[in-house]
């Protein structure tokens, strides 16, 4: 039964459920609806599918979620990222339009799915954590600019196709001159009108008197009002025969399974946008969930959330729809609306369902501008331009990164764009580690403490060279480290001993164990012993499998305390007699920082 309840999470709130839990996730279910209604619409749009995909798309997988998902507020379904990501994988095999692009994006998300699944089952979420902060971050700013830009076209009623910002800004300006005045008056009112709703619905809710919850309800509404009143001026004053787009018949019903093109190459051509986008998918969808979580103390099983986001994704597939993941905004809306389980989402594919069978007819007359103004008002929310300042501020190693992801997801595409910060993330990270920050330390006077000689006032005695490394020791720093303990004694001719000091140890890989070996050796031929002090029970045991403690020159110490009173007694007694404040200059190392 545990087996079970691991891989069926429902196994363990469908038992408890009551009446009251109900009425809260039917509430919740009506609010995410009416919002995820215009959304679905306007993402298959995005990824350049008919508008009916999005709807496909947030049925069945919200289902398949409730039953293997493990947060209880996420609501899944088609998001900005993830509808760029698809639009640019699956527009470099087929025209938009074409069957061909609606079996692509189907084979994108069932390849998504199955990796989504296998990555659970194997315990590989760990790999979502080449993807820091800054680079996720940079590349969801950039991601929202390009989605913005994208969509002024259908602001503007043009033509202005283009992968990268460069390319859909030359296209406007070539196109400008197209511009269809009622399409613009259209675009930018929904806009303004959806901006004002974002900020200003709600306080002026409130200050009539209506319930905090029912006018933040309202307030998430705006989009579905904007949606019915560009419908019935585009129905009364026959927009259409005016040059003015419109989403067009939606054909009525529920979504048939299917199955997508069992083509090998296609599928070998769509492996790696479809890795990108799970992990892309799965680092949005689980953070958002656990941000959720925390906050009514509950439990996010990232193996499972991988498991939980592939079987949506393989249930979006079967039912003809595209990639899919946890949203941002509609799941805080679900939290916060008083979702109380997964049943929440559910009973959301049930409305979704519901307007499937006879709400489509009654949008037919949708101006496209309309769901383009809902797209720039929702991916504009994701833009953080502060978020680089900060990191620039905080790590010039980390901004390098977020400032490529930026750039090349800006001039080039999305794919080049993540795996560019991917890969100059861990190439900054390798440099960083290969550079380890090492320290000679000192003891302050009249404690047990031992802290940097280039920032504190410490005793280091004239034999013995304490050196403290911050980083475990692997392949790629081993012979940063030998170099710089023999530079260092090479320019003390008194130093005895040298003595490693290892709090910061996790790890000593085989390369950096075979340096260990070689540096004691050298060290010993200048009649100098090595010693190592605080090292962690991991890489103890580590060491006590091999030979080497037994030709280790010096000793192991469990404290640098016990280190330095055993090496040199006379510094450890003037040490303990003193004042901190009272430590002689002369007593201070005086070398180069390390």
Not at 258 to 287: H, N, R, Y
Request: net charge neutral; hydrophobic share 50%; charged share 15%.
């Amino acid at each position: 039964m545990t087996s079970l309840r691991r891989f069926f999470p429902i196994l363990d709130w469908a038992g408890t459920y009551s009446r009251d839990t109900a009425a809260n996730d039917l509430i919740a279910a009506v609010i995410v609806t009416i919002m995820l209604i215009p959304q679905s619409l306007a993402y298959a749009l995005l990824a350049g599918l008919p508008a009916e995909v999005g709807l496909y798309a947030s049925i069945l997988p919200l289902v398949a979620y409730a039953i293997f998902g493990t947060s209880r507020a996420l609501a899944v379904g088609p998001v900005a990222v993830v509808s760029l990501m698809t639009a640019s994988a699956v527009g470099e095999l087929a025209a938009q339009g074409t069957p061909e692009y609606l079996g692509a994006a189907i084979a994108l998300a069932l390849l998504s799915g199955l990796m989504l699944v296998a990555m659970g089952l194997f315990r590989l979420g760990f790999l979502a954590n080449l993807l820091s902060h800054p680079v996720i971050s940079g590349f969801i700013t950039a991601s929202g600019l390009l989605i913005a830009a994208s969509q002024l076209k259908h602001i503007l009623g043009i033509k202005a196709d283009g992968q990268t910002l460069v390319e859909i800004a030359v296209a406007l300006v070539r196109h400008i001159g197209e511009t269809n005045l009622i399409t613009l008056a259209i675009g930018v009112t929904a806009t303004a009108f959806l901006f004002w709703v974002r900020k200003g619905l709600k306080p002026l809710l409130l200050s009539a008197g209506l319930h905090p919850r029912l006018a933040d309800s309202l307030a998430k509404a705006g989009p579905v009002v904007a949606v019915a009143a560009t419908t019935l001026a585009a129905t009364l004053f026959s927009l259409g025969a005016q040059g003015v787009k419109l989403v067009g018949d939606i054909p009525t019903g529920l979504p048939m399974p299917t199955l997508p093109p069992l083509d090998p190459a296609l599928w070998l051509q769509l492996a790696g946008p479809a890795l990108l986008i799970s992990v892309v998918g799965f680092v949005e969808s689980v953070s958002v969930a656990q941000t959720l979580a925390a906050k009514k103390r509950q439990r996010i099983v990232p193996d499972q959330e991988l498991i939980g986001l592939g079987a949506a994704n393989i249930a979006s597939a079967v039912s003809g729809g595209y990639p899919v993941t946890g949203g941002f905004a509609r799941s805080v809306v679900n939290f916060d609306a008083g979702a109380a389980t997964p049943a929440a989402g559910a009973f959301t594919a049930v409305g979704i369902a519901l307007a499937t069978l006879f709400l489509t007819p009654l949008l037919a007359n949708l101006p496209q501008a309309t769901l383009a103004a809902t797209i720039i008002v929702a991916v504009l929310s994701l833009v953080d331009f502060k978020a680089i300042r900060r990191t620039y501020i905080y790590s010039r190693s980390d901004f390098a990164a977020m400032a490529a992801t930026i750039l090349v997801t800006l001039g080039v595409g999305v794919e080049a764009g993540i795996t560019s910060g991917v890969v100059l993330s861990v190439l900054l990270y390798l440099f960083r580690t290969s550079r380890p920050h090492m320290a000679v330390v000192g003891i302050v006077p009249g404690t047990e403490h031992f802290r940097n000689v280039q920032r504190h006032k410490v005793l280091t005695g004239r034999t013995v060279l304490s050196v403290r490394v911050d980083e475990s020791l692997y392949f790629a720093n081993s012979r940063y480290l030998e170099d710089r303990i023999l530079g260092l004694v090479a320019e003390r001719p008194e130093i005895r001993h040298v003595v490693l000091m290892c709090p910061a140890v996790n790890v000593i890989d085989a390369s950096a164990f075979e340096t260990l070996e070689e540096l004691n050796q050298r060290l010993k031929d200048s009649g100098v012993s090595l010693h190592l002090s605080e090292v962690k029970g991991p890489v103890m045991d580590r060491l006590q499998r091999t030979d080497f403690l037994q030709h280790l020159t010096g000793q192991v110490f469990l404290t640098q305390y016990q280190a330095f009173c055993t090496l040199d007694p006379q510094t450890a007694h003037v040490a303990e007699s003193r004042n901190p404040k009272q430590a002689a200059t002369s007593d201070l190392w005086s070398g180069p920082e390390i």
